[in-house]
């Protein structure tokens, strides 16, 4: 059995689909591990080859990540999975025992597209999913674990040529993604996406030698179109037309369409050495570079190019000694990731012609623009639109909001339109080096024992020169002038503000941890699991100063399990866990590097075409800093050179409590039930106490933020579920989840607005906002169910049919009502408690599956295969806007069992109805108008992908 440092040698319990079939067509027992407390599932060839599971990605592959979502207690976010409530960020991801998460930010998938470590479900051997009760030999990350083993050469010359397809034709239509307030709507459809490619596996010197290489392409074409309608008026223009379900009628009246293209090729490469019987080493290279046209439809847009190379090499050594009662494992690992995200003209960060030069705006006052104040329109339909310059005078109530009479809006009621630069633009690379090693004795004293002991080393360094084009990205205010809301610059004196064409930053960091932990087996029925792991971090800046250091991380873990059959079918088992999290280097850029930004006030801009980098020259400054002291009243600092660290600064951690109990009822059929419960310990994140005129780094709720809200994440869950693993042609797999999951803070990303910034996002920047924070987090599904279910079915000794079914139903997320904030901008002012705004739809999905199999010979074997994904085509809204007013309306509470929606007078224009919400002006407290509204509330933003079927051909030698 191979082992890897990642993996501690622990002997992981697996729940579901793993037991591979032997070549000779017999079964490998499944037996319960009960001398481990952990959780999780471990997926092999066999699940992968017949149960219908994982889509391409947004280059196209079907990539390992997805499969995470086969393991109970875990759902789907905007960056990937997060486990028992924590966020995709939060998880450790290892490929072949070396971690590849990205370094920035910690998750695999970014705001700036799909990471680089993409390894092709062909290319692997196995993928674990860990979801709690790890063993000390697991540290670095508080959510969950990640883990995929490539294949390995052997003896037999072995190999595969594979082909999928995704046609268009045989891709349902997606619902739009629509704003009742503008005009403007767009549909993104798959044209063809496919991938292929070649592995192949053997001996150079047999019993000594192997080699393995794969080579994978695939490609993605999505075609993008935006549709201009308008909506019909009555004759005499003073209210709109509607259907008979009370919707506003429109109709199209014209549409443009671009192709988005992705690509990407992955190859792989693994020498495998058995220096004599017990010692292995093993040298393993993986590249894959990627590429993504990203189209714009608006006129005055520019296109934007992303690209990714990520090389990832190791080697890894396993060796026996002693009888083979010491085990030792170590594992080194270099990798590199080039990022950039350009104009596709290419222009850079910094420069001042191109696209680079242009700043980004995006308006979305109360009193509409026309879509013809931005662009032009066919001589046959412009007609149809207010033309530029029009301003409605006219106002209906629509569904419990006020809106404007208007043929062609693009703006207000919570409709919004972007023009000019692409905006944040940015090249970076990111360099790693790890090191790993542990080792496992075993020895007998009242009882049996394996001692295990460990270390590793991180070294890590992201260069990255970045910009926001034309050094400003600005948003209209309802008075009509541009504020700058993503601008990097410093303020010099009074009034005195230093625009940066671009901010070149190098952070670094080091870790390193240590970990001992003794299993000790009594009787053959009881085994106790204590272990100690330790591990400090040090971050340094961009100057290469030592910017923060958390030492003294100690990470306890104890397990206790029971197995009451005395045969190995069952375990009754408890385990507490500390789990420390390190910070990605995000936080050493933004907070230690000396990163500076501002917040200023324009007026005198242009509309259209769109705003200038002249627009933002000091002469168009005005004030909005309200302290009458600011010596520069016409900007604010978000962040003014390196913050202070609250010299008690401790690490994002959280804790664990699990137990349960599991057991074989029949042969390699098992049943269980679980209970979890995680708390957060600490959370790590930017704060002002004055403001934003100062900045330090500190744990809210304690030192320096003791006068902030302390840090909360609470979750509960129990799970029942059931396997059989893949025996006498069968597979399955099932598990259902109640859970609760209630806090003030989601953790390293914030998913109502998709901010990944880890440990200096928005959430607690200053005591103003924390109101209304508590209650149920974006995470939350109170309902899971997963079922995986496969059957072979032999039609003659050469014929076979797999056939596979994958059923999830996952309970909605709660919802919450947002507005700005003075300070911090759009959606971070929570308006009444979280989320007391209801919840998105139940999602269900069903996937099939089905291949014939042809065994031409006893070594080949051709298989054509058949997916449908979304069986049923149910696209229900799998994101909804929060937006209750772009407005700066102040928190406001209701009375326990009232309503929120009815105390905002959101049911109708009821002219008694008192609304409880106020805003900020600049005259002071003013009730909110309905005007001030997003008529956009609640309106779904992302949906359930469509039916889609997969083809797909594979030969296997």
């Not at 501690?8 to 027992?29: E, S």
């Not at 509470?893 to 600049?922: E, I, W, Y």
Request: with cysteine; net charge neutral.
């Amino acid at each position: 059995m191979r082992h890897h440092a990642a993996s501690a040698l622990a002997i992981i319990f697996t729940l579901g689909a793993t037991a591979a079939m032997a070549q000779d067509g017999g079964t490998a027992t499944a037996t319960v591990d009960s001398t481990t407390p952990t959780q999780g599932v471990t997926l092999t060839q066999d699940f992968l080859d017949r149960v219908p599971l994982v889509r391409p990605n947004a280059t196209g592959q079907r990539n390992f990540e997805d499969l995470a979502r086969a393991a109970p207690q875990v759902t789907p976010d905007r960056y990937g999975y997060g486990f028992n409530g924590a966020l995709s960020p939060e998880n450790l991801y290892l490929s072949d025992g070396v971690a590849v998460n990205d370094p920035t930010f910690g998750s695999l998938q970014t705001s700036r597209g799909v990471g680089g470590a993409q390894v092709p479900l062909e290319f692997l051997e196995t993928v674990t999913v860990l979801t709690s009760g790890l063993d000390p030999g697991y540290g670095r990350a508080s959510g969950g674990v990640l883990n995929v083993v490539t294949k390995s050469g052997s003896n037999e010359l072995r190999g595969s040529v594979w082909g999928t397809w995704w046609p268009g034709a045989l891709t349902a239509n997606p619902l739009p993604v629509a704003n009742t307030a503008s005009a403007l709507s767009t549909t993104t459809k798959r044209h063809n996406t496919g991938d292929f490619g070649v592995e192949l596996g053997g001996a150079l010197v047999k019993d000594r030698l192997f080699f393995y290489a794969g080579l994978a392409q695939s490609v993605d074409r999505q075609r993008v179109t935006r549709t201009v309608r308008r909506f019909l008026l009555a004759d005499d223009g003073r209210d709109f037309l509607y259907d008979g379900d009370g919707a506003i009628r429109s109709e199209a009246i014209a549409s443009s369409s671009r192709f988005d293209d992705r690509r990407a090729f992955t190859w792989l490469g693994k020498l495998t050495w058995r220096i004599t019987e017990g010692h292995t080493l093993a040298v393993t290279a993986t590249g894959t570079p990627q590429e993504r046209h990203a189209p714009v439809l608006e006129p005055s847009g520019a296109d934007s190019r992303f690209t990714t190379e990520t090389l990832l090499t190791s080697l890894s050594y396993t060796g026996a000694f002693l009888d083979r009662r010491l085990l030792v494992d170590a594992t080194a690992g270099w990798s590199r990731t080039a990022q950039a995200t350009l104009p596709s003209d290419g222009s850079r960060p910094g420069d001042t012609s191109g696209a680079a030069g242009i700043p980004r705006t995006t308006y979305g006052r109360s009193t509409p623009f026309s879509l013809r104040d931005f662009e032009e329109l066919p001589t046959g339909v412009a007609s149809l639109c207010e033309p530029a310059g029009f301003t409605s005078t006219r106002l209906v109530s629509y569904k419990g909001t006020l809106r404007h009479v208007m043929a062609c809006p693009v703006t207000g009621g919570g409709a919004t339109y972007s023009l000019g630069g692409p905006g944040l633009l940015s090249e970076s690379s990111a360099d790693r080096l790890q090191a790993r090693a542990n080792a496992s004795y075993r020895f007998e004293l009242l009882g049996t024992h394996v001692a295990r002991a460990g270390v590793d080393l991180e070294w890590t360094r992201v260069d990255e020169t970045r910009a926001y084009s034309g050094a400003v990205q600005l948003a209209d205010t309802p008075g009509g002038a541009l504020l700058g809301v993503r601008d990097e610059a410093f303020v010099a004196g009074p009034n005195a503000r230093v625009p940066l064409l671009n901010v070149r930053t190098t952070p670094t960091q080091l870790s390193t941890g240590a970990f001992l932990q003794d299993t000790w087996r009594l009787l053959d029925v009881v085994t106790v699991n204590a272990g100690l792991r330790y591990d400090s971090q040090q971050l340094f800046a961009s100057n290469g100063q030592l910017g923060l250091a958390l030492n003294s991380m100690l990470s306890p873990r104890v397990g206790l399990s029971y197995d009451f059959t005395r045969e190995g079918r069952s375990r009754v088992f408890a385990n507490y866990a500390v789990y420390q999290q390190h910070l990605p280097l995000h936080l050493a850029d933004r907070a230690l590097s000396g990163a500076a930004s501002t917040r200023t006030l324009y007026t005198g801009c242009p509309t259209v075409p769109h705003p200038t980098s002249d627009c933002t020259a000091p002469s168009n400054a005005a004030p909005i800093n309200a302290d009458p002291l600011s010596p520069s009243p016409d900007s604010v600092r978000l962040a003014a050179g390196r913050v202070a660290v609250d010299p008690a600064l401790k690490p994002m951690a959280r804790g664990e409590l699990t137990a349960g109990l599991e057991y074989e009822v029949l042969a390699n059929l098992r049943i269980g039930l679980v209970g979890t419960h995680h708390w957060l310990l600490n959370a790590v994140e930017t704060m002002s106490n004055d403001d934003g005129a100062t900045w330090f780094l500190g744990n809210p709720g304690e030192g320096l933020a003791k006068g902030f809200t302390k840090a909360e994440r609470k979750y509960f869950a129990a799970t029942l579920y059931g396997s059989r693993s893949f025996s006498s042609g069968w597979l399955v797999q099932g598990s259902y989840t109640l859970s609760s999951l209630v806090g003030n803070y989601a953790g390293l990303f914030r998913p109502e607005t998709g901010e990944l910034e880890p440990g200096v996002s928005r959430d607690f920047d200053t005591r103003a906002s924390l109101a209304n924070r508590w209650g149920p987090l974006p995470s939350d599904r109170t309902h899971q169910f997963k079922a995986y279910v496969a059957k072979d079915f032999e039609l003659s000794s050469a014929l076979s049919v797999r056939a596979g079914l994958g059923w999830e139903t996952l309970s909605g997320t709660p919802l919450s009502y947002l507005a700005a904030d003075r300070l911090l901008g759009a959606d971070e002012a929570f308006v009444f408690a979280r989320g007391s705004a209801g919840r998105t739809p139940w999602l269900h999905t069903v996937n099939l599956r089905g291949a014939l199999v042809w065994q031409v010979t006893k070594e080949q074997a051709v298989q054509v295969s058949l997916d449908v994904f979304n069986l049923f085509n149910l696209q229900e809204a799998t994101e909804v806007s929060q937006r209750l007013s772009s407005a700066n309306v102040l928190p406001a509470n209701v009375a326990a069992g009232s309503d929120p929606a009815t105390a905002a007078c959101l049911a109708g224009n009821t002219p008694t109805c008192q609304t409880v919400l106020r805003k900020l002006t600049s005259g002071g407290v003013a009730p909110v108008q309905q005007a001030d509204l997003n008529g956009g509330f609640k309106q779904p933003l992302a949906f359930q992908q469509p039916l889609s079927v997969r083809l797909g051909v594979k030969l296997s030698f």
